[in-house]
Antibody
Framework: QVQLVQSGAEVKKPGSSVKVSCKAS????????ITWVRQAPGQGLEWMGR????????HYSQTFQGRVTVTADKSTATAYMELNSLRSEDTAVYYC????????????WGQGTLVTVS | EIVMTQSPATLSVSPGERATLSCRAS??????LAWYQQKPGQAPRLLIY???TRATGIPARFSGSGSGTEFTLTISSLQSEDFAVYFC?????????FGQGTKLEIK
């Protein structure tokens, strides 16, 4: 059973950056993909990007292209999502989730990280 | 980028009745469609993947169907714990998109 544990809540100033971590336990980290999804208060889910460490593949949503960077450290089984040029509209809960392959649903989710931009 | 549109935005159903939630895609993409349930303050939970396959531990009252651009999640007999928000999710080798969600509330 894969478990994903995310870093704690952050408060950031407009124009700054935030980096959220997602540490995996259980399973072989590099053999599955990690996807990042955010949810603004009272809103729906918004896909941001994903990484498949085994193949070194990274994809980004057009919405966030150029402003988000997704990376992974196989030695620590940790994925990261960095979002730059923060604005108030980026206030949201950010989730990481595990996918067996890129073309799979997300079957395990982190607990979420609240990022407040103010 | 494929756009996923869910309807209705809110669905009011009585416990024990059937609920039918819809998800329409802006273009045909095959069967890579999932459904998630989300309760307040919690992360989403995978219910259905590959259009119609229930995830591990998901009760049989949840079923998914559809093809092409029209997909449906059916909950056959609503239990109190089923009232939540439901999202559809398209995924493939190049990207992913989510619907905006349907809130299932008690009538």
């Amino acid at each position: 059973q894969v478990q994903l544990v995310q870093s704690g809540a952050e408060v950031k100033k407009p124009g700054s950056s935030v980096k959220v971590s997602c540490k995996a336990s259980g399973g072989t980290f590099s053999n599955y993909a990690i996807t990042w999804v955010r949810q603004a208060p009272g809103q729906g889910l918004e896909w941001m990007g994903r990484i498949f460490p085994l193949l070194g593949i990274v994809h980004y949503s057009q919405t966030f292209q150029g402003r988000v960077t997704v990376t992974a450290d196989k030695s620590t089984a940790t994925a990261y999502m960095e979002l730059n040029s923060l604005r108030s509209e980026d206030t949201a809960v950010y989730y990481c989730a595990r996918k067996l392959t890129l073309a799979d649903a997300a079957d395990s989710w982190g607990q979420g990280t609240l990022v407040t931009v103010s | 980028e494929i756009v996923m549109t869910q309807s209705p935005a809110t669905l009011s159903v009585s416990p024990g009745e059937r609920a039918t939630l819809s998800c329409r895609a802006s273009q045909n993409f095959g069967s890579n469609l999932a459904w998630y349930q989300q309760k307040p303050g919690q992360a989403p939970r995978l219910l259905i993947y590959g259009t119609s396959t229930r995830a591990t531990g998901i009760p049989a009252r949840f079923s998914g169907s559809g093809s092409g651009t029209e997909f449906t999640l059916t909950i056959s007999s609503l239990q109190s714990e089923d009232f939540a928000v439901y999202f559809c999710h398209h995924y493939n080798n190049w990207g992913e998109t989510f619907g905006q969600g349907t809130k299932l509330e008690i009538k």
